[in-house]
């Protein structure tokens, strides 16, 4: 079985099993999306490097506790790198400032926690979409790509990049209309 062909739950099955194919596929698929979404976190791009190696160097240690009953693959990797960033995060040496005189802008449990939700329902529409298509939006919209480096990474024509973006962006509408609002 081609390693485009199989889910990210069994890659995650043959990683826990010690299958090194298995992890580089995952790590193909999956490391510029979690790179991009600890630059995102993080805003530094060394530290985020250092987020997706722990990320990835996690998931070669953990993905034994990984149960497909329990939902899709992406899902479960995307909290490992949730996790391996913030660890991250709190590492960086805190620079020495006063205290602000503005009001904290930080997010409410509540928010937070819909956040996340919506979050993981993102990603596991996402997994639903045919492969060509979640490849062309993750690079898009979690590694910043433009559509012309999309194309130039993928080596597909620009054309091909704009239509498989259209179309999995219609369907993630499909897929998740009624259930964010």
Known sequence: MQALETTDGELLERVGAGDRVAFDALYKRYARSVLGLALRRLGDRGTAEDAVQETFASIWRSAGSYRPERGPGAPWLYAVA????????????????????????????????????????????????????????????????????????????????????????GRLAVALEGELR
């Open 82 to 169: 949730r996790n391996a960033i913030a660890d991250r995060g709190r590492r960086r040496p805190e620079a020495t400032a006063e205290v602000p005189d503005t009001p904290d802008r930080e997010p409410l449990p509540g928010d937070r926690a819909e956040a996340e939700w919506v979050s993981w329902r993102v990603h596991r529409a996402l997994e639903e979409l045919p492969h060509t298509e979640r490849q062309v939006i993750e690079l898009a919209y979690w590694s910043g790509l433009s559509q012309s480096e999309v194309a130039e990474f993928l080596d597909i024509p620009l054309g091909t990049v704009k239509t498989r973006t259209r179309s999995g962006l």
